[in-house]
């Protein structure tokens, strides 16, 4: 099972970036995937998760309206639009999956509920 998160990187605050969680090793369409981040010195919090389906979204209230996620089932992929950045939302972006069998509608913003990670990206939005 393999992760990997990329499009992070600098930009000004009201800036965009789009972020992606490229997956391999699963069969994607069992899996629910969730999107974290983390601070420095701040604990990792869960931003956004997408079920298996497809059909079910949460965001954390801190993003609600700003971001969005999505999956791409031809490649296996989700990603993670934000737009109106600002600098609090400076940290590492984790993608993380976990298998949800029949449950298409199932996804979570704990991060207790997810079995495998990706080493993350930066990003970084300056004032």
């Known amino acids: 099972v393999q992760l990997v998160e990329s499009g992070g990187g600098l930009v000004q605050t009201g800036g965009s970036l789009r972020l992606s969680c490229a997956t391999s090793g699963f069969t994607f369409d069992d899996y629910a995937i969730g999107w974290f981040r983390q601070a420095p010195g701040a604990a990792r919090e869960g931003v956004s998760c997408?079920?298996?389906?497809?059909?079910?979204?949460v965001y954390a209230d801190s993003v609600k309206g700003r971001f969005t996620i999505s999956k791409n089932n031809a490649e296996n992929t989700v990603l993670l639009q934000m737009n109106n950045l600002s600098p609090e939302d400076t940290a590492v972006y984790y993608c993380?999956?976990?298998?949800?069998?029949?449950?298409?509608?199932?996804?979570?913003?704990?991060?207790?509920?997810?079995?495998?990670w990706g080493e993350g990206t930066q990003v970084t939005v300056s004032s």
């Open positions: 997408i079920s298996s389906s497809g059909g079910s979204t």
């Open positions: 993380a999956a976990v298998f949800t069998d029949f449950r298409y509608h199932y996804c979570s913003n704990s991060q207790k509920a997810y079995h495998y």
